[in-house]
Nanobody, 122 residues
Framework: QVQLVESGGGLVQAGGSLRLSCAAS????????MGWYRQAPGKQRELVAT???????SYSDSVKGRFAISRDNANNTVTLQMNSLKAEDTAVYYC????????????????WGQGTQVTVSS
């Protein structure tokens, strides 16, 4: 079994910063992609940022230049540094990972964290 545990959400004023962290644990052979998604009330879940095992990073246009994703492969963690936060960044943020759980099977599975609330007051 695999678990993704997030931390670091909270309430911040517009223009401020927050840092989200996510740690993966359990039956992990390798992690392909780690990333962050968010879901605002009444909206669909959307991609925020991803980083793959070789460090290739992708951001949604709405957060480019303000958010930075980083990954620690040795510790199976991913971090999202969020700067210049806006009211429209308010959402539940979910950690996501694509994981190969067994050495002799290249099947990969998608896992989600429980979500952490980020609220930006204007």
């Amino acid at each position: 079994q695999v678990q993704l545990v997030e931390s670091g959400g909270g309430l911040v004023q517009a223009g401020g910063s927050l840092r989200l962290s996510c740690a993966a644990s359990g039956s992990i052979f390798s992690i392909n992609v780690m990333g962050w998604y968010r879901q605002a009330p009444g909206k669909q879940r959307e991609l925020v940022a991803t980083v793959n095992s070789v460090g290739t990073i992708s951001y949604s246009d709405s957060v480019k230049g303000r958010f930075a994703i980083s990954r620690d492969n040795a510790n199976n963690t991913v971090t999202l540094q969020m700067n210049s936060l806006k009211a429209e960044d308010t959402a539940v943020y979910y950690c996501n990972a694509i994981i190969q759980t067994m050495r002799f099977s290249n099947r990969q599975y998608q896992y989600w964290g429980q979500g952490t609330q980020v609220t930006v007051s204007s």
